[in-house]
């Protein structure tokens, strides 16, 4: 037994190594940086302890941009992605010619490199001196008035941005969902269509029943991935987004850890801790609902 | 009735076909731009939806004006190190887990599992000070050493290799055969489909990093193809040479939907049981 449980933590022991030195002392360190007030990196020193971080980081207008960014964006993607991948999902369902064709084309977002892409959005959407872009053309069309969508006004900027995060997100939902939509048991649509039961009626009663518990986890991991967005943002706007005013949370603890406006380790931990708060309050509460809503 | 139930049909079958059309429109466009020479992209004021005269200049500038293939042959030795490195780290623990008794096993995978929530948010600011107390900025081992464990990876693998009967272990150990070998001729040929789903992830994962390999490299010799994407845009092909930029980024994309059309079977299975994105 004894030789064995040698054996057993040796097995371990690169697991843990790693864990340790990149997991649960940085999760440590990351508190004690927040508290450090005036910590400088070249010289590995502090004046004192205290919230100060926590005040400037709150009191910082980039940060309350980026807050505000952040959320806008949570609350118009969770909700429009969910819903629109489970109209997709529903329709894809129901049919039999062609669905695996589609299913493979809505994969394709997923397997591609998101600032890669961004770059092609961003030419799509983009005004330049040679050509309105292709997005503004067709809104010339239906006779609307061209847009500068990348450095334009800020709906316009911030529409780009839910777009391109819904493009993004889509793939792995309508995955998720197409699959549970199949595990459904035929049985119970067999039994309600021989009572004469309504398409909606089945829908509202057996379809989203069964599959609330997979809605949840596409609702709570959706928030989690909305609050943490950030590349989306730099592959449309740039690496200067307090400049472009599109700066997410993730982003502002970036930019306060390294770049023009970097060197504030502190700064940036207090920022990370406020972000982990945040989602962690969201999640509970939506776990809250969850246990309240869904059929096990 | 009938007649309901066919415009229904045909309703879906639109709405199917939009989103298709909204997906492959921006991958049909880079395409479309990177064969369009500089000078006829620059004088569309309404761009064309497709061109009789395709070049491949572009291609030959992504390669020549800025470090494209620097970037590309970084990205593979970066994503084959890490995997392969990953695989040594997790196979053993999972090993471990699921088939050795050990005191303390049960407190040691719960917390394997708390760190699981932890977001890399929170830690990459201490990691990104370890790294450059450690003077790795700059090299492939301060990209590689924070990314080679994921504790999601061993408990996928913990799971299926407790699937295997416990017969065939003792039946090992009475010919006198050593765990390590158990684990090499036996656990891991048949946990191979799981194995092959957490490398395929974990390539897509290297190949599309950002974060991480912005903040640990300046120097463009160790500049991601992410990294090398933004640097092209903000400084790449002098005046705003779009046709250039897209050829890069169809180089860019080309392995990893290469590697969809391949394992596309693969990776939605892997992803829909193993994937977080968004």
Known sequence: MKKNSFKAWLYLLPAIIFLGVFMLYPLIDVFVYSFEEGYNSASQTYFGTGTYNYEYVLHDPYFMQALRNTFILVIITVPLSTGFALLISLALNSIKKLRMAFQTIYFLPYVTNTLAVGLVFMILFKKTAYSDGLVNILINMFGGESVDFIDGPYWAKMFVLCFYTIWIVLPFKVLILTSALASVSDTYYKAARIDGTSRWRMFTKITLPMISPMIFYLVITGFIGAFKAYSDSVALFGTDLNAAGMNTIVGYIYDMLYGDSGGYPSYASAAAIILFVIVLTITVINLMISKKKVHY | ?278
Request: charged share 15%; glycine share 4%; with cysteine.
């Open chain 2, 1 to 278: 009735m009938k007649v309901r139930k066919h415009i229904l049909t045909v309703l879906i079958y639109i709405l199917l076909s939009v989103w298709a059309i909204m997906v492959i429109f921006p991958f049909y466009w880079m395409l479309l731009t990177s064969v369009k020479s500089y000078g006829s992209y620059n004088s569309e004021y309404v761009p064309e939806f497709f061109t009789l005269a395709p070049t491949f200049e572009n291609f030959a500038e992504a390669f020549t004006a800025v470090n494209l293939a620097q970037y590309f042959l970084n990205t593979f030795i970066f994503t084959v190190i890490t995997t392969a490195v990953m695989l040594i780290v997790i196979v053993p623990a999972a090993f471990a887990f699921s088939r050795l008794d050990f005191r303390g096993k049960n407190i040691v995978f719960t917390l394997f599992l708390a760190l699981m929530m932890i977001p890399n948010e929170l830690v990459i600011i201490t990691n990104f000070q370890t790294i450059t107390d450690m003077g790795l900025r700059n090299t492939f081992s301060g990209l590689i050493l924070p990314s080679v464990t994921s504790v999601f990876y061993i408990y996928l693998l913990k799971e299926n290799f407790e699937q295997i009967p416990d017969e065939l272990y003792k039946a090992a150990k009475v010919d006198g055969t050593s765990d390590m070998k158990y684990l090499l001729k036996v656990m891991i040929p048949i946990c191979k489909p799981t194995i092959i789903t957490i490398v395929i992830l974990k390539v897509i994962e290297c190949w599309n990093s950002y974060v991480w390999p912005r903040l640990i490299t300046d120097d463009e010799a160790y500049f991601l193809v992410s990294n090398g994407i933004q640097e092209i845009r903000e400084n790449g092909f002098g005046r705003e040479n779009i046709p250039a930029m897209m050829a890069a980024v169809v180089v860019i994309s080309l392995p990893l939907i290469v590697l969809f059309i391949i394992f596309r079977k693969k990776i939605m299975e892997g992803v829909s049981r193993g994937g977080t994105k968004g």
